[in-house]
């Protein structure tokens, strides 16, 4: 622990009766040392960090522990209680009490060296010491790991030993442990008792508390404890406040089980997806890693498969080498993703209003002003008036997610400041992607300048969002941002003007966007664009129609295969037949992801089918001028859409001209080698869902 902790800050003979007490008792410790600057102020933070989730933990420790703009510099306080102090444990009073302090502002070395702390924690030895350690100075020495544990120091039987299995080392780390870092750990022994040729179950987890700063690093810890002693290949990412090293893709695409022990949001939670998966809070990964293990197992063996759609081949494919283009992609993504539920909902309620009251219910009065309740027409206008609300964030709310997937949370302030700006000088769309990457790499740039110690503590909380609002500001109001607006102002005039060849050619073009990847980065900036035309008040009729084309489009590849498992079943495995099923409600619904199973596994002719289908949709739609003022809903909203009649014919061709060129492609491939149909043989699946082909989402 360095000189986080001193014979000063050691207390073996704490008095304290509650965990109020005890944590003024050593914080008092730290003021003195000059370590806390404020003693009510820092409890407060203290306070405020128990009240989201008792620290205490089973073994009889507890650790309460913040960040505090208090703190002068990351500190450490220890005291051993006799009769035991509540922290809100399941099996009872902790005995052993640590008081963690962290600068608001505390740089990663230091964090890292708290994170030890934590993983010490979960090692029997350690404790065990700590409990029979007679001085104050060996106490100060053991934790900073000055001193080591003697060797057979007897466990004290709690829940946790049951769990996890003690591994003793001098550091006080167990073996094979993951570093504090979050880098993947030696897990090679894992399969010890499993036989020389077996292979291990493996399962990959990631853990994360509110902090960051202890029960992160003490869940991966037990976890994988509880690997070893399970004979599994565990593999832990603990994602805490120094940030956290990525699992390699490789390692994610190999397990065959995932664990979340967090309670906060796991970040980047996709690369996850669909894998069998059990999500817990931070303080179960702790508890009851055993059990958590079992759980996991079973449900793979029960083949419960969780956490959502895989990310489509497109996607997969930007995780090696991390260039700047795949991180930029991953920034525009991060923006839209957060976007979509805001345009969906916001989206409906409108559509939901003018379908009860008419176009006109965009001009009624606010319905503060005017409401009854048994007048449809006041419903009609809070529904449209709500989601005109929703709208009005997606500039903003795209803006600040693009920066929050560049610089983390520090960049949501100049995000949603640049976005709302955005939207005010009518710079649209375009101004909140400047917007949102202006402000990330403001954020990143002030991140990398040298401070003095003595501002660290205000950086998070005053200077960054200062300065960065500030910048990001001035540019988009003085710099860039009419050079933007007006850019954006001669794109919807062009699109008011399209007819005619022009508007054909668009629709094509949209179509063709909306079915190349699925969902991936491809579609959405088709989706995008056209949700961004109808996110006004007084939407234009070429928006309308950009809109009604890429719904269109997006509807024809789950419709498509669909239609093709049912006409020609025989070209398809059975679980490709049954995914055929569902499809139909996914394409009905506009949610394309309904097609990836298929184009995953033969990405060469589902793609291009698929594509050409949309493109036809797309241009008819364009040529029989149906309209679409909602941005979502699929079939559910014919109702709302001009030209209701031809515009189902334009998805019906397309969808079976995709079908159709999907059954000739599949019928012209080579059966292969003791396969008993002319389509593919029920394992071919798992090879092509390899490739990194880009596939439609």
Known sequence: MSEMITADLVDLDLSADTKEAAARALAERMVAQGRVTDLEGFLADVAAREAQMPTGLDGGIGIPHCRSEYVTEPSLAFGRSAEGVDFGAPDGPADLIFLIAAPAGADDAHLTILSALARQLMNAEFTSALRAVGDAESAAALIRGDETPAPGTPAPSTPENSAATPVAASTGAAAGSSPADGSPADVSTAATDTGADAQPFRIVAVTSCPTGIAHTYMAAEALENAGRAAGVDLVVEPQGSAGFTRLDPAVIAAADAVIF??????????????????????????????????????????????????PTPVERGGEAGEGYGSMLRKWLMSGVSYMVPFVAAGGLLIALGFAIGGYEIKSAPSVMQHFVWTQTDSWAALMFQIGAVAFGFLVPVLAGYIAYGMADRPGLVPGFVGGMIASTINAGFLGGLAAGLIAGGVVLAIQKVKIPKAVRGIMPVVVIPLISTAIVGF????????????????????????????????????????CFDLGGPVNKVAYTFATAGIAVSNPSDSAMKIMAAVMAAGMVP????ALATTVRGKLFTETERENGKAAWVLGASF????????????????????????AITGSLSMAFGATLRAPHGGIFVVPLIGHAFLYLIAIAVGMCVTAALVVVLKGMRKPAAGSTAAGAPEDIAAPAAETKQPVAA
Do not use: C, Y
């Not at 789950?558 to 295969?561: G, I, K, S, Y």
């Open 261 to 310: 022990a967090h309670d906060v949001p796991v970040r980047e939670k996709e690369r996850f997806a669909g894998k069998p998966t059990v999500d817990v809070g931070v303080k179960a990964g702790i508890n009851r890693p055993a059990e958590l293990i079992t759980e996991v197992r079973g449900k793979a063996e029960r083949g419960e498969v969780t956490g959502g759609s895989a």
């Open 475 to 514: 540019l988009m109001f003085v710099v860039i941002g009419k050079p933007i607006a007006s850019a954006q102002k001669g794109m919807t005039d062009w699109l008011n003007g399209l007819s005619g060849s022009n508007a054909i050619l668009l629709g094509a073009l949209l179509g063709l966007m909306m």
């Open 558 to 561: 789950p419709l498509a295969m």
């Open 591 to 614: 949610i394309s992801e309904g097609a990836i199973p298929f184009a995953a596994a033969d990405p060469l002719r589902v793609i291009p089918s698929a594509m050409v289908g949309g």
